[in-house]
């Protein structure tokens, strides 16, 4: 069965200090990964996936994400965030089966300070 | 493009009452599905539409009904609102099956009270 943890439900950073973001999946299929950005009062934009090939994916806003198969990890990181980085963060893999849907984590809530 | 849109942002319900959260889509997506949102348990699903004439349900469809009659088209009625509902729903749509690795796109959630 297809599962996602993210390990930090709250993540508080400087502006301009670098952050990483974890996330651990379990999947039985075909590992796609995603990552949605959850801005205030808003809904959810993707700001990266994986589907195969590199391990390090490049999305919007300056983020990134390496996927790990041995230590079935997708970790997102900048290297420099900025006050509109505020947002809370989700990983998700698709739900097995013939389903268009996501099994997502808890997400993280990435907080950055002045 | 209007995408995925949601009516209406906002509602407050009185415990008992029904309501119907309209969700519609343009982009000729097959699949949609309906999610809950809860603090500090992520995104739930809670009934989804492989195509017109077909629906299933999720992690937490109780309390919850929901129809298919267009592509475009993919409302969910609250039968009797409970406190328990108090959520931000949100409705997303796709152009396939995602392990072949298509995104989902996300309504912009109907932020719903009961009292």
């Known amino acids: 069965a297809q599962s996602v943890t993210q390990l930090d439900s709250q993540v508080p950073v400087f502006e301009e200090a670098p952050v990483e973001l974890r996330c651990n999946y379990s999947?039985?299929?075909?590992?796609?990964l995603f990552w949605y950005v959850q801005y205030p009062n808003q809904g959810l934009q993707l700001l990266l996936k994986y589907l195969s090939g590199s391990t390090l994916v490049k999305g919007i806003n300056g983020f990134e994400a390496e996927f790990n198969k041995s230590q079935t990890s997708f970790h997102l990181r900048k290297p420099s965030v900025h006050i509109s980085d505020t947002a809370e963060y989700f990983c998700?893999?698709?739900?097995?089966?013939?389903?268009?849907?996501?099994?997502f984590g808890k997400g993280t809530k990435l907080s950055v300070k002045p | 493009n209007a995408g995925v849109t949601q009516t209406p942002k906002f509602q407050v319900l009185k415990t008992g009452q029904s309501m119907t959260l309209q969700c519609a889509q343009d982009?000729?997506?097959?699949?949609m599905s309906w999610y809950r949102q809860d603090p500090g348990m992520g995104l739930r699903l809670i009934h989804y539409?492989?195509?017109?004439?077909?629906?299933d349900q999720g992690e937490v469809p109780n309390g919850y009904n929901v129809s298919r009659s267009t592509t475009e088209d993919f409302p969910l009625r609250l039968l009797s609102a409970a406190p328990s509902q108090t959520s931000v729903y949100f409705c997303?749509?796709?152009?396939?099956?995602?392990?072949?690795?298509?995104?989902?796109?996300f309504g912009q959630g109907t932020r719903l009270t009961v009292v």
């Open positions: 999947s039985s299929v075909s590992v796609y």
């Open positions: 997303a749509s796709s152009y396939g099956v995602l392990l072949e690795g298509t995104e989902a796109f």
């Open positions: 982009m000729n997506h097959e699949y």
């Open positions: 998700a893999v698709p739900r097995g089966g013939s389903q268009g849907n996501l099994i």
């Open positions: 539409s492989v195509g017109a004439g077909i629906t």
